[in-house]
């Protein structure tokens, strides 16, 4: 599968941005898709990851509350709402996919991944 992240952009903090990774692809509906995020000078951190039925979800604890994953099987599409931005949040945020899987939290389980799109939060 491949994947293709947009929606980044500048915004103030406490505003909202909407992210979404588009998917190539027939199987879309049997990929666990989940959201990743990495900052200048730090690893790549987990954000929130949804079962490839969409019935289960999971979040990292920093975005609890402010962040929803939802996806549509129908338009091989997950998206990223994210809500009441933080300076902390800034990031390039990635898209990854890994077939049949489990709601993993760490890089590596995950197979394929989107080009990455920018987040900027500016206080």
């Known amino acids: 599968v491949q994947l293709q992240a947009s929606g980044g952009g500048l915004v103030q903090v406490g505003g909202s941005l909407r992210l979404s990774c588009a998917a190539s692809?027939?199987?879309?509906?049997?990929?666990?898709m989940a959201w990743f995020r990495q900052a200048p000078g730090k690893e790549r951190e987990f954000v929130a990851v949804?079962?490839?039925?969409?019935?289960?979800?999971y979040y990292a604890d920093s975005v609890k509350g402010r962040f929803t994953v939802s996806r549509d099987n129908a338009k091989n599409s997950v998206s990223l709402q994210m809500n009441s931005l933080k300076a902390e949040d800034t990031a390039v945020y990635y898209c990854?996919?890994?077939?049949?899987?489990?709601?993993?939290?760490?890089?590596?389980?995950?197979?394929?991944w989107g080009q990455g799109t920018l987040v900027t939060v500016s206080s």
């Open positions: 949804i079962s490839w039925s969409g019935g289960s979800t």
């Open positions: 692809g027939r199987t879309f509906s049997t990929y666990t």
């Open positions: 990854a996919a890994d077939r049949y899987g489990s709601l993993w939290t760490t890089p590596n389980k995950y197979d394929y």
